[in-house]
């Protein structure tokens, strides 16, 4: 069982994945949540990181 973690958009349900990244935005597969820049994106919707909530 893999220790990586889901985070989901809560606006619009958008999920990083933590074992795939998102190559999309430059983000490499097994890169932690903790580790993608403040600055990141929702490539969805756009909205900042912080409206991103751990998936349980």
């Known amino acids: ?3 990586y ?8 349900g958008h999920i990083y994945d ?4 998102d190559q999309d935005t ?3 597969p097994g890169t932690r949540w903790e580790d993608v ?4 994106r929702c490539p969805e919707c ?3 990181k912080s ?3 751990l998936l349980d």
């Open 51 to 53: 409206e991103y909530i």
């Open 18 to 21: 933590e074992a795939d990244g």
């Open 46 to 48: 756009g909205v900042e």
């Open 26 to 28: 430059g983000i490499a």
């Open 37 to 40: 820049p403040d600055e990141w």
């Open 1 to 3: 069982m893999s220790d």
């Open 5 to 12: 973690k889901k985070y989901v958009c809560e606006v619009c």
